[in-house]
Every structure is written in C-alpha cells, then in structure tokens.
C-alpha cells in the first residue's frame, strides 16, 4: 500500500519455500516469481577439480512486482556445461556474483523509474 517493492531471495530448494506460512504471505500479496541460474550471472567454481568452470546455483526470487520478476528473470541457456554447487563452493555461494548484484541494482532502478513514471501524475 506504501508504494515500496520487496524481493524475497533464498535458493530455489530451500524449504522455505513449502512453509504453509510463506506461501500464504506470497499469495495473499500477490508476488511473482523470479529464477536467476548462477552459471548466467557469473558464477565460477573455486573447488579444485571444477576450478573456473560455471556454477549452476538456482536462486528464487519472490518480487512484489511482477514487472520487477519479468527484470529478473535469468536463466541457464544450455551453452555450456555447468558443474553443482558443492564444496568450498557451497560457501562461496552465499553471497552474490557482481554481474547478479549489477542485474539487481538496474532492475531496480528501471522499475523505480517506471513506477515512479507511472504515479508523478496522479
């Protein structure tokens, strides 16, 4: 009702997800969904067998916006052969790759734009 957008991120499995509770809150405020793939956005083993090699993290994103989601949206295209989230990896993983937190920050802004845009005549 504020105007303010949130974005709700855990990784695509997380079992937050299933919680009766969560699932409630995301319906009943209406979010939509977001799937960014690591491999997309950057993200590079640094386990010593996989070193360099593209990371297949599955991140959700629960946006108050679906036009914020449509933004966010970044998959996997199949180019490539991606290696799992495992090992030191696992660690590494919890934080964000500069390309997804660049991809964050200008969806961001392009939808505050927008929404701003949209309410400036009201």
């Given at each position: 009702r504020r105007g303010c957008t949130v974005i709700i991120e855990?990784?695509?499995?997380?079992?937050?997800?299933?919680?009766?509770?969560?699932?409630?809150?995301?319906?009943?405020?209406?979010?939509?969904?977001?799937y960014v793939d690591g491999c997309a956005v950057g993200f590079r083993s640094i386990c010593a067998?996989?070193?360099?090699?593209?990371?297949?993290?599955?991140?959700?994103?629960?946006?108050?916006?679906?036009?914020?989601?449509?933004?966010?949206?970044?998959r996997c295209d199949r180019s490539h052969d991606c290696v799992p989230v495992e090992g030191v990896d696992t660690r590494l993983s919890e934080s964000y790759t500069p390309p997804f937190a660049a991809l964050v920050a200008s969806a961001c802004r392009m939808h505050s734009s927008v929404h701003m845009y949209k309410h400036r005549d009201r």
């Open positions: 855990w990784p695509r499995l997380c079992e937050y997800w299933r919680s009766p509770q969560v699932r409630e809150f995301l319906r009943r405020h209406r979010f939509t969904d977001a067998r996989t070193k360099g090699r593209l990371v297949r993290k599955q991140w959700r994103l629960a946006c108050s916006h679906a036009s914020l989601a449509a933004l966010l949206n970044l």
